[in-house]
């Protein structure tokens, strides 16, 4: 005997990401702005003048990709508890990656899923990290092994928030427009080669395009079955590089810049890229002061580490290499030796 449970309908997602100057906006009920203390201290009293809502609580929790975790999660969801918010309230992520990362899951949870918007006020987060709605946390084991795909309700990137952002942090987010380029459009990174991001106009241009990458791609993989994927090009070497580092050595740009080195050097082992073109991501990603290098002391275990991505099953490990510049390829068929090559070459720095 058996009874079916109709499901079969199509849930409409879609929403709006505004490049703009943050607008006047009301919310007709409660909401909770999740931040972390340098933000607020930096941006707050500016978020605070363009919104209003029936009642507004601020929510902060600690700085940084450690703090990325169950305590800060718990720090969320206690304080809405508290105020009885409900399933009609709204969640705000006003911070970078790890901000929005942390709203978006604790909103996907939270009586089992409440709305939530992104406010990113990093580079990485306003090109990346707030668009696509995956959302989680990490753990003992790894980066981003728990969380939820949640989609935020709209996204508003406001440069207004990049003229505090120190250097580092800028060149993080050139990481991920990087990575961007080189998977998905030759004629835009050719377009970074020439460009200066740090003249503002040109950023505004850059931040839109790479989000309209993002939007593309996201739009035909929410889920990431299959070209979503790509988009983790220098993350699988890159998340082994932050967790062997504990998180405090590199941001998370910083580790993805590497890891595009380190997948460059693989796809260059496979001849799927020229000795050339992976020069030429190298040099961009050095043109903004990002890491390229990473001492491997024991690239038996930074490989087994790789079995802990989200990508990579009980016994294959999945590569996102690119094909030449603006083409990439999903791999999970790369021998062990050809890996552990690439890995010793880095051992050698």
């Known amino acids: 005997m058996q009874v079916e449970i109709l499901l079969k309908k199509v849930v409409d997602n879609s929403y709006n990401i505004t490049i703009d100057a943050l607008p006047q906006i009301h919310f007709d009920r409660k909401v909770a702005i999740v931040t972390n203390p340098k933000v607020a201290g930096l941006h707050l009293a500016y978020l605070l003048?363009?919104?209003?809502?029936?009642?507004?609580?601020?929510?902060?929790?600690?700085?940084?990709?450690?703090?990325?975790?169950?305590?800060?999660?718990?720090?969320?969801?206690?304080?809405?508890?508290?105020?009885?918010?409900?399933?009609?309230?709204?969640?705000?992520a006003f911070g970078g990656g790890v901000i929005g990362d942390m709203t978006g899951y604790a909103a996907s949870i939270f009586q089992r899923g409440v709305d939530f918007i992104q406010i990113p006020t990093t580079l990485?987060?306003?090109?990346?990290?707030?668009?696509?709605?995956?959302?989680?946390?990490?753990?003992?084991?790894?980066?981003?092994?728990?969380?939820?795909?949640?989609?935020?309700?709209?996204?508003?990137?406001?440069?207004?928030?990049?003229?505090?952002?120190?250097?580092r942090e800028f060149g993080a987010g050139v990481a991920e427009i990087v990575k961007m380029a080189v998977t998905f459009n030759k004629d835009f990174f050719e377009f970074l080669e020439s460009a200066d991001l740090r003249d503002?106009?040109?950023?505004k241009e850059v931040i839109q395009q790479a989000v309209q990458t993002k939007a593309n791609v996201v739009a035909e993989d929410e889920k990431e079955h299959g070209l979503r994927a790509?988009?983790?090009?220098?993350?699988?070497?890159?998340?082994?590089?932050?967790?062997?580092?504990?998180y405090k050595t590199f941001l998370h740009g910083e580790a993805v810049a590497i890891g595009m080195v380190m997948a460059n050097e693989t796809a260059v082992a496979m001849e799927y890229m020229s000795r050339d073109e992976a020069q030429?991501?190298?040099?961009?990603?050095?043109?903004?002061d990002l890491p390229?290098?990473?001492?491997?002391?024991?690239?038996?275990a930074f490989y087994e580490?790789?079995?802990?991505?989200?990508?990579?099953?009980?016994?294959?490990?999945?590569?996102?290499?690119?094909?030449?510049?603006?083409?990439?390829?999903?791999?999970?068929?790369?021998?062990?030796?050809?890996?552990?090559?690439?890995?010793?070459?880095?051992?050698?720095?």
């Open 49 to 92: 003048s363009k919104i209003s809502a029936k009642e507004i609580y601020i929510i902060t929790v600690p700085d940084g990709e450690e703090y990325k975790n169950q305590k800060s999660i718990d720090t969320i969801l206690d304080s809405l508890f508290n105020h009885r918010f409900n399933r009609n309230s709204m969640l705000i």
């Open 124 to 167: 990485l987060s306003q090109v990346d990290a707030s668009v696509g709605g995956k959302t989680g946390m990490n753990n003992a084991y790894g980066k981003n092994l728990v969380g939820a795909f949640h989609q935020p309700k709209s996204v508003y990137i406001d440069s207004h928030f990049l003229t505090t952002l120190p250097s």
């Open 200 to 203: 503002a106009a040109v950023l």
């Open 230 to 246: 790509a988009l983790n090009y220098g993350h699988t070497f890159g998340h082994v590089i932050e967790s062997e580092t504990n």
């Open 280 to 288: 030429r991501v190298k040099t961009l990603l050095e043109k903004y």
């Open 292 to 300: 390229t290098s990473y001492i491997v002391k024991n690239p038996d």
């Open 305 to 349: 580490t790789f079995y802990l991505d989200k990508k990579s099953s009980d016994s294959a490990i999945t590569f996102i290499l690119p094909i030449g510049i603006g083409d990439v390829t999903i791999n999970s068929d790369i021998k062990v030796e050809t890996i552990l090559s690439v890995l010793n070459k880095f051992g050698e720095l």
